[in-house]
């Protein structure tokens, strides 16, 4: 028997034929749609990836809580970090010219001081501080550590041991977006030991290494646009 009727909007439909004689028993019941092998590839593969991708992340501690240690120390306090006591109390940014990425950039400039309280003169690393600001996400690593006068270019490299707290300034360059009137100033923690790759035992000295840090926030005193 065949059903020819029409569709809701009166085109014809298909023609739909009835049998009227009994189901036989032998036929096998209907199986579920297969999926086609391109269809399981599209789909497994990426899902395969996404497994492994979690898999590796997890193994390498990715998905770990991290337990590094932050202490927040106030503005002009004094601290000890190995064999220095350091104490930062503010900073400064001015504008002026770039020698990479960016033909202007926002020079930033943390002030405070330090002290050797060991037995040999160190000299301080630009790369063991680290700023941001307060209300951005980017992040740069110190330029350089300089003790003394910044306009001096007799400043001693080493911090000798047993005199008073001399001055230190740390200098980083942001992208000229820069515009914040709050620093986030950290300083790595120091330890002492062989921090190289490619040193054995006898090659030891300070430098930072893990993720604790020492954390201060400094208010920015902008200066004049160096167009010089």
Known sequence: MADQGGSEDGAPRGA????????DPTWPEPS?????RRRLLTVGIPVLALVLLIASVWALGGFAERD???TEVARGKSFMNGPFEFSFDRATVQETD???KYKRIQKVLVTG???????TAISPSGDWFVARPRQGTEVEEG???RIGATDSFSAPEDVTPGLPATRLTVDFEFPPTFDDRTLLF??????????SYFSGDNDQFWDTGGGNAFR?????TRLAADDS
């Open 186 to 195: 950290a300083v790595g923690e120091l330890s002492y030991g062989s921090h």
């Open 143 to 145: 330029q350089t550590a």
């Open 16 to 23: 739909v034929w009835v049998d009227d004689d009994p189901v």
């Open 216 to 220: 201060l926030q400094l208010p920015i």
């Open 98 to 100: 770039g020698y990479g």
């Open 68 to 70: 590094d240690r932050i």
């Open 32 to 36: 579920a749609p297969r999926f086609s």
């Open 113 to 119: 001081t330090i002290r050797n309280t060991g037995d």
